[in-house]
């Protein structure tokens, strides 16, 4: 098993995950849910820059009580 590092980290609270493709795929949404479940992150965004015209922005909040 590898070692996650997010491409960013806002205040020790938040993971960013920073995407450049032409869209989003259903992986890539799995992999970012799994990468937060995974940390001791409880919120993240997944940001993606190749959407033509935009960029296409996801939060995902994982709630659920974590083991201390």
Known sequence: MG??????VVE????????????LTKQDIQQFWN?????EYKV???VNFGKAGGVE???KVYNTARDK
């Open 57 to 59: 922005i996801i939060r």
């Open 35 to 39: 990468y937060l479940k995974g940390s």
């Open 44 to 46: 993240g965004y997944l």
């Open 12 to 23: 020790n609270k938040v993971i960013i995950e920073i995407k450049v493709k032409p869209f």
């Open 3 to 8: 070692v996650y590092i997010p491409d960013q």
